[in-house]
């Protein structure tokens, strides 16, 4: 029984089949190795439960997560029951992204296996839809946290994390 799948996925996937069709000229030595730098670095992210960009623009429009929160508890002046709070969600959010993450990933190595095995574009095509699904719920963990974390913030301690986090400027401080 084939199941309808949100807007966003099925734009996803078809973004990213419209550019394999397009067969860009081939990559530089360097720029492949930036690429699979990159790609090596997600997966290390996604293994450690890092949102690795995942809940950005939640924390860009006022919704903090609670490791940032939590690296600028002096500036915000956290009660101690705000630091639990933030602890408490942080380490439920690492466990939960933690295994949605291995799932991904294992589906991730599941769909270049069923490459070599020459499956067929039904079986792939489903595959792929799959790991799409899995990291829509991957990203969700870690912007469902942003939500919870920002109903333990004042709005003075929200105004003064945009501030400390972004600047007059709205961009990201560099750390």
């Not at 190795?33 to 890092?50: K, M, P, S, T, V």
């Not at 029951?81 to 993450?101: H, N």
């Amino acid at each position: 029984m084939k199941r309808a799948l949100p807007v966003f996925i099925l734009l996803t996937f078809a973004s990213f089949a419209i550019a394999q069709h397009q067969h860009p000229a081939p990559a530089s030595s360097t720029a492949q190795a930036a690429h699979h730098a990159f790609l090596e670095q997600e997966r290390q992210a996604i293994q450690r439960g890092e949102g690795f960009g995942m809940a950005m623009p939640a924390d860009m429009a006022g919704y903090p997560g609670p490791k940032h929160v939590l690296e600028l508890k002096d500036g915000l002046k956290l009660t101690p029951a705000q630091v639990a709070s933030m602890e408490k969600l942080f380490s439920d959010m690492r466990a939960k992204a933690i295994d949605r993450g291995r799932e991904v990933l294992a589906a991730e190595d599941r769909l270049g296996q069923m490459f070599r095995e020459g499956r067929s574009a039904d079986e792939l095509r489903e595959e792929s839809f799959r790991i799409a699904s899995l990291r829509a719920e991957l990203r969700w963990v870690h912007l469902n946290t942003h939500l919870a974390a920002r109903k333990v913030l004042t709005p003075d301690q929200l105004a003064t994390y945009m501030a400390l986090r972004y600047g007059a400027e709205g961009q990201p401080h560099r750390e």
